[in-house]
């Protein structure tokens, strides 16, 4: 009973992270996560664009060249 106890408080980290992840699954709740994940990143992506016009058309013409 005690090695149980030990490896219960040593892994208790892993422990709550694998049944915050099993209830995500459970409750679909990763396609909402997914969205927003893709939301930050279509909004981090926009405003680099807004910012940086001429070195992303630069980059877009080289690659571009380069197919």
Known sequence: ???????????????????VAILVLFTNLYKLIIGIILICIGIFVGNYIQHNKFEVKEKLKNFIDKL
């Open 1 to 19: 009973m005690n090695s149980f106890k030990d490896f219960i408080i040593q892994y208790r980290g892993a422990l709550i992270g694998a049944l």
